[in-house]
């Protein structure tokens, strides 16, 4: 069963930084790739990086204008956001979520983070607050 925890929301200040966790479990973390999503009350849920699977490529939707970093650490089965210059409307709750990946079958390289319907696993979410 694919298992997924995000971790590292909070609230911070407008300019500030975070970094999310997702760790994964119960399943061969190779074969996914993983993706970072987010939803702020009152919009649809919106993809924001994905990486591909055994860390092949990271893209990113195209309206975060590089603030937002996404790695993977294989060893700990861990993928990482790492979000800069934080603005008040980066407020929202932020997912992680997993899709098997497998010839031709490539989601996150042919997809992108934007085709949410995509990603079949995710995790509870973790809610980032940013003040100004």
């Known amino acids: 069963e694919v298992q997924l925890v995000e971790s590292g929301g909070g609230l911070v200040q407008a300019g500030g930084s975070l970094r999310l966790s997702c760790a994964a479990s119960?399943?061969?973390?190779?074969?996914?790739?993983i993706g970072w999503f987010r939803q702020a009350p009152g919009k649809e849920r919106e993809g924001l990086s994905c990486?591909?699977?055994?860390?092949?490529?990271?893209y990113y939707a195209d309206s975060l204008k590089g603030r937002f970093t996404i790695s993977m650490a294989n060893a700990k089965k861990t993928v990482y956001l790492q979000m800069n210059s934080l603005k008040p409307e980066d407020t929202a709750v932020y997912y992680c979520?997993?899709?098997?990946?497998?010839?031709?079958?490539?989601?996150?390289?042919?997809?992108?983070?934007?085709?949410?319907?995509?990603?079949?696993?995710w995790g509870q979410g973790t809610q980032v607050t940013v003040s100004s």
């Open positions: 119960g399943f061969t973390f190779d074969d996914y790739a």
């Open positions: 979520a997993a899709v098997r990946e497998s010839y031709p079958y490539y989601y996150c390289s042919g997809y992108g983070p934007e085709r949410v319907s995509t990603w079949g696993s």
């Open positions: 990486i591909g699977r055994n860390d092949d490529g990271t």
